[in-house]
């Protein structure tokens, strides 16, 4: 199993990304797909999930009301749009996959996301 995510660069102040992650040799709707990041001598934050029966759950307060994951089945692909960035949102995220009765999590390799002016 292979999630490859995408869409992270370097963005000013305020400005907005959307990441991609798409898996190999699974269906995002039969796993619940999570957002995570983590900066440099911080925890592992999740940012958000989306269970596989559907909907949206668990956005963190840090994020909340700027961040808004969202899925798209025909192109078995999860987005994360990230709006109104802020310098404190500089860091490596990652999507998972994690199985909703083996509760084993597949990782993705991470995209640095850089808000800088």
């Known amino acids: 199993v292979k999630l490859v995510e995408s869409g992270g660069g370097l963005v000013q102040p305020g400005g907005s990304l959307t990441l991609s992650c798409v898996p190999s040799?699974?269906?995002?709707?039969?796993?619940?797909m999570r957002w995570y990041r983590q900066s440099p001598g911080k925890e592992r934050e999740l940012l958000v999930a989306?269970?596989?029966?559907?909907?949206?759950?668990d956005y963190a307060d840090s994020v909340k009301g700027r961040f808004f994951a969202s899925k798209e089945i025909s192109e078995n692909t999860v987005y994360l749009q990230m709006n109104s960035l802020r310098p404190e949102d500089t860091a490596v995220y990652y999507c998972?996959?994690?199985?909703?009765?083996?509760?084993?999590?597949?990782w993705g390799q991470g995209t640095q996301v850089t808000v800088s002016s």
């Open positions: 998972s996959a994690l199985g909703p009765i083996s509760r084993w999590e597949f």
């Open positions: 989306l269970p596989h029966t559907g909907g949206v759950k």
């Open positions: 040799e699974l269906t995002i709707t039969t796993y619940e």
